[in-house]
């Protein structure tokens, strides 16, 4: 079935309740979506010297991510070969080999099968070459952003990505090499809502002035001057930014700043100290990347959805956002920051301090999302007597004209969704 | 508050001032604790995974200076603070409490406790950690430098977020 109603002539489009609740629906998306898609594991920086690892689900899968003696990085599945067991128990760390505490197999960073204790017991066709490590079937990265895919057939990560590698290369223009790192420290937790609803939440700034409103009076008492929205059709920020569709199911809003960046738009909540130090930043994306790309990587924002869970919110500091389903009524979210290799250690310390002005679960507006999320989710409980969400906002419009205030971007994802929902697995 | 003779800070006057911030922050008289604290206080929550990390090179879950402490209060109690409105039911309790030393009029003192917080049609969230403050000795009583809390889950998970005053 179609999960949406999409019609042009009249310039509705809605989308069935039933994709927020339902079991079914759920497992079919780990099939045709989360099985079929380029799905992000992490960020080449996370590990920093050969042997390094990291551990997390990814798509509910357990898996290692890590660094080989010889410097490259693999990804495998944290089990064990023989009976099923985790390998690496740690969140991360530094190893030579991953060792199973059940039986006592041992693996090497490449995955590899390194030791079987009294491995002569295994006889005939046992072929120890065979008892690596499993891989997901595909694994390439982006800018050091890696992701890992189940289909064997799908193209290539970086047609997958298509145009949406000029929003990352955006993001990543921040570093004077070309190198950005994902900071220490996690944000993990956990939303009562559906996984889709985030994805929406990234990118919809139409829910900005009535979620948000003590954010924007903490930025107002901070010395930030929010102008009102002009009198325009439907624009509700103080600033004009579209929503645009880049192929493949990705989308990203692209707006003209109003909340300051630390690369590089000073306002007075960084201090006036700071001002001489973002000048310097300002300066230099001027001599390397010229007047006008500097100002597209200083002075303008981006929420960039990469379909089907990664978020990457360049706004007032820079967040990697990914999350999976715990069942249909339940996400868990994980969220890093991320920051230019050479950033010194002032402006690092602005720009954490910037990211949890908004972001996290204790920033000054996420904690009011989950909330609006986890409401939808209450409300989704009268799915079947009021069976329709409502998203044509803005639909009369030529695709050019679509602000980050309507619902275009949304529909984006919706429309590409509901597609592979129904294909066959 | 009163003193002990020697100037030295008393596990029985630290645990009292403890006791007296809980009731405050449980019962959301978040002016009346801002007078607790020094101009220069800070409010610290590592993230989970680095509970020893420093905020200027550690992404927090909160990391306020004593003018983000005053919007953060201004913010929880606005009605339009959607995450805490209605407002959690907050119940702490307060045990373990060490003063662990002292240098001129500034103690360190550390706890454990346990934060309960209730929401309607929510779960039940339980805040459980290790806190470490550092307070000031002063002729108006004893004032908060710092208050850095450690949470012991490995994540947040499903205490989800800390809308409000931990």
Known sequence: MSYIIDDPVNQRFLLHRAVHVSPAVLAEEMDKVFAKCWIYVGHGSELAKPGDFVTRKVAGRPVIFARDAEGAIGCFFNTCRHRGAVVATKREGNARRFFCVYHGWSYGLDGSLARIPGEDAYTGSFDRNEYGLKRPPRFEQYRDFWFMCLDPDAPALQAYLGRATEYIDLVVDQSPSGTMQVISGTQEYAVAANWKLMVENSVDDYHLPTTHSTWLNFMANSGVTIERPPREAGQVLPTKGYAISLGNGHFTTDNVNFRGRPVAHWIPLYGEAARDEIDAIRQELVERLGPERAERVANTNRNLVIFPNLVINDGSSVTIRTFFPDGPERMEVTAWALGPVEEDESARARRLDAFLTFYGPGGFATPDDVEALELVQQGMANWRSDEWSEMSRGMGKPESEQLNSDEHHLRTFWRHWNRMMQENA | ?166
């Open chain 2, 1 to 166: 508050m009163q003193q002990s003779a020697a100037g030295r800070l008393t596990r029985a006057e630290a645990e009292d001032f403890l006791y007296f911030e809980a009731a405050l922050l449980d019962e959301w008289r978040l002016k009346e604790w801002l007078e607790l604290l020094t101009p220069d206080a800070t409010y610290l929550i590592p993230p989970n995974d680095k509970p020893d990390g420093d905020p200027r090179n550690t992404l927090f879950i909160i990391a306020d200076d004593a003018e983000r402490i005053r919007q953060r209060v201004i913010r929880v109690l606005d009605p339009n603070c959607h995450a805490e409105a209605p407002r959690s039911r907050l119940r702490r309790s307060i045990s373990n409490v060490r003063v662990l030393g002292q240098e001129g009029d500034l103690a360190t003192v550390a706890a454990n406790f346990i934060c309960h917080r209730y929401r309607r049609h929510e779960r039940i969230r339980e805040y459980v950690g290790g806190l470490t403050y550092q307070l000031r000795i002063t002729a108006g009583g004893l004032k908060i430098r710092q208050r850095r809390i450690v949470i012991d889950a490995h994540e947040l998970g499903s205490l989800g977020s800390v809308s409000f005053i931990l």
